[in-house]
């Protein structure tokens, strides 16, 4: 059960759920990009460094954990944008917000020390601008 957890805010998301606020509404008061909330920063700057090969073997050639290789952007975007990982348009429906901002759980993404709130921001406000490449 405790694996499931992390499902349970994203039911709120389906689509038989009331209509959610605007998704700017799900972005903090006080959130500030460490850097320019566009996927190329996002991946050189946090998931190539921190969650691929440099700075962790999670999601690197040889990790791919939760279906997930971060060894390339062009493949890092298609796997977060496919299957509900990234909603665009809603930050808070997309499992890898939820994840990055569940800290303490065996399931929370990066393990152990959680992302910067910079970084955080960056990822929550591209998905929350549509989550282009």
Known sequence: MRRLAFLLPLFACSEDADPRPACLDDLPASCASLYPPEFDQIYTQTLSKKCSTAGGSCHGPKGNRGGLTFADADGAFAELTAGGRVVPGDPACSELV??????????????????????RCAIRTWIAHGAQR
């Open 98 to 119: 939820v994840r990055l901002d569940s800290g303490g759980h065996d399931w929370s993404m990066p393990p152990g020390k959680p992302l910067p709130s910079g970084e």
